[in-house]
């Protein structure tokens, strides 16, 4: 299974030429969407004015209909707390958001589709692809 960060999906919807085409590859039922992504791009829409912010959430629901969306439940935080504490031991932190969606992709023992290696690089045992990276 493939899982998405937010900003594969918001490259998505810009059209990206290194996305839109490998995300059109994949049957939806193959691609997984943890909960915390939804909520980060579900809060950058209603931050938007509404008329600005209703067709993109209405796209974005259509989007997410038939993938799966991942809970964070008991074992994505027993995940996540040592992700947590590895990486503050190491003196790396990464953002909080971060953290809970590299765990729920190590709980369901996925890849993550992400630009942002820099963070998401750090993390001891996680799949991660750039698509923006030559291949």
């Known amino acids: 299974m493939l899982i998405?960060?937010?900003?594969?999906?918001?490259?998505?919807?810009r059209g990206d030429?290194?996305?839109?085409?490998?995300?059109q590859a994949f049957s939806p039922a193959d691609i997984g969407v943890p909960a915390i992504v939804?909520?980060?791009l579900r809060y950058g829409l209603l931050r938007l004015p509404p008329e600005a912010a209703n067709p993109r959430l209405l796209a974005l629901t259509a989007l997410l209909r038939p993938m799966q969306i991942l809970p964070f439940d008991r074992e994505?935080?027993?995940h996540a707390a040592r992700i947590r504490v590895e990486l503050e031991t190491a003196g790396t932190p990464i953002g909080p958001h971060d953290t809970l969606i590299a765990a729920t992709v190590l709980r369901y023992q996925a890849?993550?589709?992400t630009r942002n290696a820099r963070e998401f690089s750090r993390i001891q045992g996680l799949q991660w692809i750039n698509w923006h990276e030559a291949a």
Do not use: K
């Open 4 to 13: 998405l960060d937010s900003n594969t999906i918001s490259y998505y919807f």
């Open 38 to 40: 939804e909520y980060e």
């Open 17 to 23: 030429p290194q996305v839109v085409p490998r995300l």
């Open 111 to 113: 890849s993550l589709v």
């Open 76 to 78: 994505c935080a027993a």
